[in-house]
């Protein structure tokens, strides 16, 4: 059978559109100098790791200067590296190891906010109300009858009010931490500055960017500024009950500007550099964002909201699919990433459980089985990676790693555990330092302890003990990839005619078959030679629950 690996070559412009990409949070991979925190050159050491497994590009969670006050997103200066995580010598040094092993390499840009450490918010600290400084953030006076109150009751996503008190009475917004000021996306001073970054970074030879919070840029800044109060909720869940485009702060349409100004810069390169919009927003909305003159790909966040329902989840490919084809991008999925519960826990939490009910008890209710919870990601994998687009990998889910739902209270350093008043834990149970090797102080993370504490089990989960390993999570990935660049072919789908209330059915080719059961009873297995199965499927001619199998 021919090899049809995506063409990675500097003359395809279209490299990204089937793409497997695989994020590493840097922080969280490899530690190389023995800090206890991952860096750049930890992840250029472990790019064999990437190669092997067959993905055809990474992307980098920040790795900019930052405090840490939300685990790097509070970046103090967009075109530097972090002294703890490296220098700019060490991000040359990375994306040329990662092209040599024909790797290509996304880095995040977070234009929604600086770090109140970043040049322009303490300059813009120091110059006082009215200033041309602050107006690249968002001041307002308070209030109230001595402007005590906040300009409007728009909370933070990570709770709490989104505004915050200057020593000289004036308010600034932040839709996240009080530490990472919204930037004013109508100064044109801002506009140019994040074209520059763009710049910067392409010119080091970045592929292309994940662009973070890609739906808040755009603000309604009209005097006076509007109440949520009457939406109900201002989170993003808040969006379906107001008129597309009317929320104050999510999804507005001058956004959009932006982001084809953007394309033109992009497209000043060869191939074009590409970018995918981190946007929490309903599907229909959300693939505006990718239209071929504006960043090309969204992340579909539905599909990871999605039940493990076989209807549900056939109805939502479909719309998928058929939207992102009206857009004119390509589809995308996604399982897990560095916001959100591993999906080896998470698809087994009983449907309505609240996920940060379960971390705040630990994990310990409903208390999930791992061996079943590993079953399910791994069908659930399979049928991800055999759907026609580009799928984004978080590190360690090759690894089939649970959440750590029990890290004790004192090792949180997610904000939102102290913004919400500790009722939320947050998001590090998913960021714990990556598994190498069943032994050693940091499981081969790096010489010392690492930064978040891994549980014991991680000795199994190493990539060490996987490798080689009949059965183990990492060689299933490591065939399914080299598979799906065999197999891969078009951007379509075919439902057969054995979907049903829990099975999923569809051919790609003719020659690549994808049935998942989702039901809690074995199914007839298709006739066909097995290519690759999530399970053991035994010949016996049924297929199990839980269970993916690619046919040929
Ligand atoms: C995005 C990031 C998340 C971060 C937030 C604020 O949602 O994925 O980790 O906390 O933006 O930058």
Known sequence: MATRSPDLSPRNPDWWRQAVVYQVYPRSFADADGDGVGDLRGVTGRLDHLATLGVDALWL?????????????????????????????????????AHRLGLKVV??????????LHPWFQEALRSGPGSAARDRYVFRPGTGEHGELPPTDWQSVFGGSAWRRTADGDW??????????????????????????????????????????????????????????????????????????????????????????????????????????????????????????????AFNFEY???????????????????????????????????????????????????????????????????AAGLRRARAATLL???????????????????????????????????????????????????????????????PGPAWLPQPPSFASYAVETQTGADGSTLELYRTALRLRRKLLEGETLTWSAGSGADVLDFTRTPGW?????????????PPGEVLLASGPCDGSGVLPPDTTVWLA
């Open 384 to 446: 991800m990676l055999a759907l026609p687009g580009s799928a984004y990998l978080y590190q360690g889910e090759e690894l089939g790693l649970p959440e750590v739902a029990d890290l004790p209270a004192e090792a949180l350093r997610d904000p939102v555990w102290e913004q919400t008043g500790r009722t939320r834990k947050g998001r590090d149970g998913c960021r714990v330092p990556l598994p190498w090797t069943a032994t050693g102080p940091s499981y081969g993370f790096g």
């Open 304 to 370: 990871l909201e999605a039940a493990w329902d076989a209807g549900d989840l056939r109805e939502l490919i479909t719309v998928s699919l058929s939207g992102a084809r009206d857009a004119g991008a390509s589809a995308t999925w996604v399982l897990s990433n560095h916001d959100v519960v591993r999906h080896a826990s998470r698809l087994l939490l009983p449907p309505g459980t609240d996920a940060e009910a379960w971390l705040l008890s630990g994990g310990r209710t409903p208390a999930l089985d791992t």
């Open 107 to 116: 880095v995040d840009i977070v234009p929604n906010h600086t770090s109140h």
């Open 61 to 97: 969670s920040p790795f900019y200067p930052s405090e840490l006050a939300d685990g790097g997103y509070d970046i103090a200066d967009h075109r530097d590296v972090d002294p703890r995580l490296g220098t700019l010598e060490d991000f040359g040094a990375l994306v040329a190891e």
């Open 513 to 525: 078959r994808c049935v998942t059961n989702l039901g809690e009873v074995p199914v007839p297995l």
């Open 172 to 297: 600034y917004l932040h839709l996240f931490a009080p530490e990472q000021p919204d930037l004013n996306w109508a100064n044109d001073e801002v506009r140019a500055d994040f074209r520059t970054t763009l710049r910067f970074w392409s010119d080091r030879g970045v592929d292309g960017f994940r662009v973070d919070v890609a739906h808040g840029l755009a603000k309604d800044l009209a005097e006076p500024l509007r109440n949520t109060g009457d939406i109900g909720a201002t989170g993003e869940e808040s969006l379906p009950r107001v008129a597309p485009g009317g929320h104050p702060y999510w999804d507005r349409d001058e956004v959009h500007a932006i982001y084809r100004d953007w394309r033109t810069v992009l497209d000043g390169y060869s191939p074009p550099r590409t970018a995918v919009a981190e946007a929490w927003v309903p599907g229909a909305r959300r693939v505006r964002y990718a239209r071929p003159d504006e960043l090309g790909q």
